[in-house]
């Protein structure tokens, strides 16, 4: 169970950096390369059982980690 947190965590840190970066100024491509990369972490998260679906903006499974 404590692997499988720290998992979630990573992911969910993962979540949180594209947000934030997707929020500067970045040409068409590296907002793809994030949207796409953003879509990964919040796929691992529900396979791992994070929520019973991906969470939107990630409090839900911060406050399942806290």
């Known amino acids: 169970m404590d692997e499988k947190i720290v998992r979630l965590r990573a992911h969910q840190r993962n979540i ?9 100024k970045l040409s068409e491509l590296e907002s793809e390369y994030l949207e796409r990369r953003l879509s990964e972490e919040r ?8 929520s019973s679906s991906a969470p939107s903006n990630g409090q839900d499974l911060r406050a399942t980690l806290e």
Do not use: C, E, P, S
């Open 43 to 50: 796929f691992w998260i529900a396979m791992l059982g994070g």
């Open 16 to 24: 949180d950096r594209y947000q934030r970066l997707l929020k500067t």
